[in-house]
């Protein structure tokens, strides 16, 4: 099975981050154009050098994807420049744990609703409406098998990401029959260098690495999976 991209443009909200920057090669490696948002120039730059011959279809845009406004103005700009948007990937996220419920700062609740919930929504609010209009697209979220595995210790993360996966799989029923497909991938703890340096003593061989989550998302965007719609999938093997 060959998936190809070519002439096609893909969102891919936090695109410089350790799945994003998987999944934004990926997708440039199957000839898409790819806008990549970040926080950070040097991400960005990092992403670019990392596409080689690719980097002529490759656009950056520092974003605070919490921000309404300012998503609705990164698509108003897409639209322009572009005339179209095929792709939606939200690979923004965080996470905190080790924290029991009644020790938990509403802070820090807060910025897992913001960065795994909100987001999330801001995307998606900006994006639906120009694929409606077009009568196609597909949308990938990255939620995470926290989303229905609640561990102890992980409750602002687990509920962050349990309310994504609902409000992605609402949105997959309103958009149904429409031309617009919306999926979640639901990772657990991904092979990146972060992860491997908050956990030194884990087994990293049975961590997924992001690569292998790139290809299942990239398959979740293609034409072959036009028949997958309002599905989570697992993405954690073994782990």
């Known amino acids: 099975m060959e998936i190809h991209f070519s002439g096609k443009v893909a969102l891919v909200a936090g695109g410089t981050g350790g799945l994003g920057r998987a999944v934004s090669l990926a997708f ?8 990549a948002t970040c926080r950070q120039e040097k991400e960005f730059e990092a992403l670019k050098s990392a596409s080689g011959e690719n980097s002529a279809r490759l656009d950056g ?3 605070d994807a919490t921000d309404e406004s300012a998503v609705r103005g990164l698509v108003d700009a897409i639209m322009a420049k572009y005339g179209r948007l095929d792709i ?3 690979a923004i996220g965080g996470y905190t744990g080790g924290i029991r419920l009644w020790e938990l700062e509403q802070k820090a609740l807060d910025q897992m609703l913001a960065l795994n919930l909100r987001a999330g929504y801001a995307l998606a609010r900006a994006v639906v409406p120009v694929m409606l209009r077009q009568a196609r697209g597909a949308i990938v979220n990255v ?8 561990a102890a210790g992980a409750s602002a993360y687990a509920a962050s990401k349990a309310a994504a996966l609902a409000m992605m799989d609402s949105l997959a029923a309103d958009v149904k029959g429409r031309g617009v497909r919306v999926n979640s991938v639901l990772p657990s703890i991904i092979d990146t260098e972060p992860n491997r340096k908050a956990m030194p003593g884990a087994d990293f061989s049975k961590w997924p690495k992001p690569e292998e989550i790139a290809r299942v998302v990239l398959f979740l965007c293609s034409d072959e999976a036009k028949v997958i719609h309002g599905a989570a999938i697992p993405v954690f093997g073994d782990s």
């Open 143 to 150: 939620a995470s098998k926290s989303a229905w595995d609640h």
């Open 28 to 35: 440039l490696g199957e000839g898409a154009a790819v806008i």
């Open 61 to 63: 845009r520092l974003v």
């Open 88 to 90: 939606l990937v939200n």
